[in-house]
């Protein structure tokens, strides 16, 4: 997206975040806010769907209930009608839109303690343990909220996906029969799966059914809400649930300037509706999971779980990717290694029992 466009698009924004005094012929309020609510992936997604089902439908019941005059009207730009999914941080930074979904995983340099779980893998069990951890951690961690501040944004709830499974064309019966075989994945995944002598090809999800088709790669590594919607089990029908654990990746923010611009009431229901996004995309998550798998079986896929041993051995041969988290950041003055700590304890106060401590060497 080129600047003059971007520039055009926020000109025909501009009223977006101003509350327009009128007789609000939508509301018949006193006080109609336009407010514009955005995302680079479809309502079928599912960090995406909570935007509309508890921000947008639930926000004016909330207002009405307490009394307030002030009603929003939203315009609501999802499936990436305005940008696409590596500029969600900056169109909601720099006010393209109003507030969205944040995709931190596109953001390795701009929110890189947002990313901390590509670095902790095996850490979590639940969608709940891992969405409350970085819920807290960005509430109490002074340098998580700066990073959200830098680009100035109000952060209000993590969004959260199940965790990584294997698909592929043969069965995998022990780690080493991993050994020579090519991985579609994303590209943070290649330090979990080149120690055990796979080659990680990195690749983008709407690419992965044909490779895995036409031979670019013998299977791939991906969450199993993501891989079900794409059929990989026609192509890959051996299908190993790892257990990598749920991590998150981003969230839901509002621009700042836009969230000081409202009156305290909507600011209050845009606060609180935030932390139930996670919730809802929580339990969207689990529910979501509860289907699949059946659903991959009764389709003709052969569905595994990892035994305990073999977790324990894959992530014991992996680098030490709390040290190597820290190295990268430190020299930037970013408080990673406190970070990493605080996120080891956090998880464990969440009831995780993490496989190992990447806090351990720091």
């Not at 994945?185 to 120690?195: D, S, Y």
């Not at 709407?206 to 809400?225: A, N, R």
């Not at 993501?226 to 621009?255: D, I, Q, S, W």
Request: hydrophobic share 40%.
């Amino acid at each position: 997206m080129t600047l003059t466009r971007r520039t055009a698009l926020k000109g025909m924004l501009s009223t977006a975040a101003v509350p327009i005094i009128s007789g609000g012929p939508a509301f018949g309020q006193s006080n109609t806010i336009r407010l514009t609510i955005s995302a680079s992936h479809p309502l079928s997604i599912a960090w995406v769907e909570p935007l509309k089902t508890v921000i947008v439908d639930r926000s004016n019941q909330m207002l009405e209930e307490r009394g307030s005059d002030s009603r929003i009207e939203w315009t609501e730009a999802f499936a990436g009608t305005l940008y696409n999914f590596n500029e969600t941080l900056e169109s909601v930074s720099t006010q393209l839109t109003d507030m969205g979904w944040i995709g931190s995983l596109f953001e390795p340099s701009g929110l890189p303690l947002q990313n901390i779980m590509y670095s902790t893998p095996f850490a979590t069990q639940t969608v709940d343990q891992a969405i409350n951890t970085m819920n807290q951690l960005n509430a109490n961690q002074p340098a998580m909220k700066q990073e959200w501040d830098r680009h100035n944004v109000t952060f209000f709830g993590s969004c959260v996906s199940d965790g990584y499974s294997l698909f592929t064309k043969e069965p995998i019966e022990q780690l080493s029969d991993l050994e020579g075989m090519k991985i579609l994945g994303g590209a943070t995944i290649a330090p979990w799966v080149e120690p055990l002598g796979a080659s990680l090809v990195a690749t983008g999800i709407p690419s992965m059914y044909s490779q895995v088709q036409t031979g670019v790669g013998d299977g791939v590594i991906l969450i199993g809400t993501g891989a079900y919607p794409l059929k990989l089990h026609e192509v890959a029908p051996y299908v190993t649930r790892v257990g990598t654990g749920p991590l998150t990746f981003g969230g839901f923010g509002v621009n700042t300037d836009t969230y000081n611009s409202l009156p305290e009431d909507v600011q209050e229901v845009l606060a609180e509706l935030g932390a139930e996004y996670s919730t809802e995309n929580a339990r969207i998550i689990t529910e979501l999971e509860e289907k699949i798998w059946p659903a991959f079986e009764e389709e003709g896929a052969t569905v595994t779980d990892m035994p305990e041993e073999q977790k324990v051995e894959w992530v014991n041969r992996m680098p030490d990717l709390g040290q190597a988290f820290v190295d990268s950041l430190e020299p930037q003055g970013i408080p990673a290694r406190e970070i990493m700590i605080a996120f080891m304890e956090t998880v464990r106060e969440q009831g995780a029992e993490p496989l190992r401590d990447w806090s351990e060497n720091l």
